[in-house]
């Protein structure tokens, strides 16, 4: 069965970095483009960034072009999020998605504290 693992969150303060991974298994991940979400208290979870399968082509929100860097080790089944500058408003639980054939597949996320 799929399973999705992140890892890597924690306490960080204001402009510090953090990077976040997501191991995966039970489907072929190089076949899969993955993305990671977040949801801060009482908010939408939303899309933070996304890239292909391959690894060449990435997106971002608004919010994180330029501070946040989407990558994936295909060998080891992993997808990354190295966070720079973060803020506060960075705070929230992060997680990694994989859409499979029509179905979406979630971990159980990692909680990233933006604070003095």
């Known amino acids: 069965q799929v399973q999705l693992v992140e890892s890597g969150g924690g306490l960080v303060q204001p402009g510090g970095s953090l990077r976040l991974a997501c191991a995966a298994s039970?489907?072929?991940?190089?076949?899969?483009?993955m993305a990671w979400y977040r949801q801060a208290s009482g908010k939408q979870r939303e899309l933070v960034a996304t890239i292909s399968s391959g690894g060449t082509i990435t997106d971002y929100a608004d919010s994180v072009k330029g501070r946040f860097t989407i990558s994936r080790d295909n060998a080891k089944n992993t997808v990354y999020l190295q966070m720079n500058s973060l803020r506060p408003e960075d705070t929230a639980v992060y997680y990694c998605?994989?859409?499979?054939?029509?179905?979406?597949?979630w971990g159980q996320g990692t909680q990233v504290t933006v604070s003095s």
């Open positions: 998605n994989v859409s499979i054939l029509g179905t979406g597949y």
């Open positions: 039970g489907y072929r991940f190089s076949r899969y483009a």
